[in-house]
């Protein structure tokens, strides 16, 4: 995909088009947030399915529970979903994270919400 930065020079996927102008290579930074549960959600079920959305062609999603260790998560319909059971009643912090393949990884604000 090529970008115009100048009437006489075209940057390619960062690369110097050759006309002596200096381009500077820019990293797409991938995104993720999560969908569902809302913030300051109460769930009151045996179980519950998280959801995310994260920028197309990301690695993977992971999720971490009250900071524990990052899970992955699956993907399905262009979204990510981690089913969630054996949790115990109250306040509960949810982040996610994703990371492309240059290395670049983003975490999601951290979603707040109950189990009653």
Excluded at 10 to 16: A, E, F, I, K, P
Excluded at 37 to 60: L, R
Excluded at 69 to 74: F, I
Aim: glycine content about 8%.
């Amino acid at each position: 995909m090529a970008k115009r930065i100048s009437k006489t020079a075209v940057m390619v996927d960062g690369v110097n088009s050759g006309f002596g102008d200096q381009v500077r290579m820019v990293e797409r930074r991938p995104t993720v947030q999560v969908v569902c549960p809302s913030e300051d959600a109460v769930i009151a079920q045996p179980c519950f399915t998280f959801q995310m959305a994260a920028t197309p062609g990301v690695d993977g999603v992971q999720v971490s529970i009250d900071r524990s260790e990052w899970v992955a998560c699956r993907e399905s319909l262009g979204l990510w979903w981690y089913d969630w059971s054996g949790f115990e009643k109250g306040e509960h912090q949810l982040l996610a994270r994703t990371h492309m393949g240059n290395g670049i990884a983003v975490d999601s604000a951290a979603r707040r919400f109950s189990v009653d």
